[in-house]
């Protein structure tokens, strides 16, 4: 590890400084009984200083700064719901010959919030061709500048599963915008897309549930708006009914 000059000139100089004191203080009494006893309890006292410091206080601020991050961060995600995520959600449902599953308005999901774990088992059945492929090429076009923003912020890179998220929906973009002619594709290039979609989907729909318990727990309004539009309901409505 590379020490910086100032910093090896101010441990000198305080060790100097610190030195020059003790030597003052024994010329100045001629005890050095006494100063041996307060040498002891000012070096015993920096085991505690070190705990208070580095173990507590240190730790209070650094749990401080990732609760910050995490609100961040929470704030960006909510940001790519409601501008590409929950509609990408809707569009590849309709790819999902499962997606009856969860398929049963505003309330259907719930068992997905309550049971841990319950949508990382989820296993879609994409097929290209019981949807608007085009459709989803042109969304991708739309929403390509967007994309681009999100994958250049800084708080998403430190979040490593969301940042996988972003590739694959990225990935899959990239995959239609190059083809001139999604409508007509060999067998091989579709299940090649097939794949490319189902795991962009799959990481979708866990961070989707994620969100949503999130927002359940921290912001019953917002929650309250994402249920009703609840993507993979296709009668959802904003519409507040008894």
């Known amino acids: 590890m590379k020490l910086d000059r100032w910093k090896i000139f ?15 203080h024994y010329l100045t009494f001629r005890d050095p009984h006494h100063l041996f006893i307060f040498l002891v309890g000012d070096i015993a006292f920096v085991f505690i200083e070190v705990l208070i410091v580095t173990m507590i206080i240190h730790e209070l601020l650094d749990y401080r700064d990732r609760k910050a991050k995490l609100h ?9 719901f409601s501008e590409i995520g929950t509609e990408l959600l ?5 790819f999902d010959k499962n997606s009856g599953q969860i398929r049963s308005g505003p309330d259907g999901f719930k068992d ?3 049971a841990k774990g319950r949508c990382e088992t989820y296993q879609p059945a994409v097929n290209l061709r019981q949807g608007d492929l085009k459709a989803l090429q042109d969304f991708f076009l739309e929403k ?15 979040h490593d599963n969301f940042s996988d998220l972003l590739w694959a929906i990225f990935h899959l973009g990239e995959e239609l915008l190059y083809r001139e002619d999604v409508e007509h594709m060999t067998d091989t290039d579709r299940r090649h897309l097939e794949v490319d979609m189902q795991r962009a ?3 979708l729909i866990v961070h989707w549930v994620n969100h949503m318990r999130h927002l359940k727990g921290a912001y019953p309004h917002l929650f309250s708006l994402a249920a009703r539009m609840n993507p993979f309901d296709p009668n959802a409505s904003p519409v507040v009914k008894e």
């Open 144 to 158: 390509r500048a967007f994309m681009l923003v999100l994958i250049q912020n800084s708080n998403l890179l430190e």
């Open 72 to 80: 961040r961060l929470n704030m960006v995600i909510g940001a790519f």
């Open 10 to 24: 101010w441990g000198a100089a305080l060790l100097l400084l610190s030195t020059g004191f003790y030597v003052f």
């Open 90 to 94: 809707r569009r590849f449902s309709r």
């Open 112 to 114: 997905w919030l309550n």
């Open 201 to 203: 989907y799959t990481a």
